[in-house]
């Protein structure tokens, strides 16, 4: 079936460092591809998507690219900050444009960052 | 607060009790999702709603579980007899079928502790 498999936590950085999370993913069709964050005790909340191979999906400093040869969708940040701890989950989605999304996610990456 | 709302945020019960959750999704969303996320886990797809139909509910865990929208709007999730296995954060999340973007909008969910 269709899943997601994210880097393994916890990952632990000094402020300004650079920020790597990986995710791959197997799906039976062409997905579209999300990373969300959960800060303590919110609700998730959409940080980028990426709805085609080769596109870019940016917000916040954040960004991922789209990449269907090797199935990946790897979130990276040049310099992070403290506020940037939280949990940030990758996901796919296999229904297209204009139907309901039903998100298959991965297990979580939690970040900690250090002043 | 235009936002998802979910209540009550935290529910103890014991063992063998019904318990219920209810969201409020972002007003003009027809659609409304549930989720549920266990500790260390990515959330898992339950059901969904689009305005008040029930278009998928396979996902749900078992017949315990069962989940309303009567009047296209706020939504209900039930769990009858409860399990331990069953405490986990219930996510409820919305999105609309206008526009074309059809981003999901998460709750900040409803734990649940089964003792």
């Known amino acids: 079936g269709d899943s997601v498999t994210q880097m393994e936590g916890p990952v632990t950085l000094s402020e300004e460092a650079f920020l790597t999370i990986n995710c791959t993913y197997t799906a039976t069709g062409y997905p579209s591809l999300f990373w969300y964050v959960q800060y303590p005790g919110e609700g998730l909340q959409l940080l980028l998507k990426?709805?085609?191979?080769?596109d870019k999906g940016s917000n916040k400093g954040f960004e991922a690219t789209y990449r269907k040869e090797t199935t990946s969708f790897h979130l990276e940040k040049g310099s992070v900050q403290v506020s940037d701890s939280a949990v940030y989950f990758c996901?796919?989605?296999?229904?297209?444009?204009?139907?309901?999304?039903?998100?298959?996610f991965g297990s979580g990456t939690q970040l900690t960052v250090l002043p | 607060d235009t936002g998802v709302s979910q209540d009550p945020r935290h529910k103890i019960t014991k063992r063998g009790q019904n318990v219920t959750f209810r969201c409020d999704p972002i007003?003009?969303?027809?659609?409304l999702y549930w989720y549920r996320q266990t500790l260390g886990q990515g959330p898992e797809f339950l059901t969904y709603?689009?305005?008040?139909?029930?278009?998928?509910k396979s996902r749900l865990l078992s017949d315990r579980f069962s989940a309303e929208r009567p009047k296209g709007s706020f939504s209900t999730l039930e769990i009858q007899r409860t399990e331990q296995g069953d405490s986990a954060m219930y996510l409820c999340?919305?999105?609309?079928?206008?526009?074309?973007?059809?981003?999901?909008?998460f709750g900040e969910g409803s734990w649940l502790t089964v003792v």
């Open positions: 709603f689009q305005n008040e139909a029930q278009l998928e």
């Open positions: 007003s003009e969303h027809n659609r």
């Open positions: 996901a796919l989605s296999l229904l297209p444009s204009g139907s309901a999304r039903q998100l298959t």
């Open positions: 990426a709805t085609k191979a080769d």
């Open positions: 999340a919305s999105s609309s079928s206008e526009g074309g973007g059809n981003t999901i909008y």
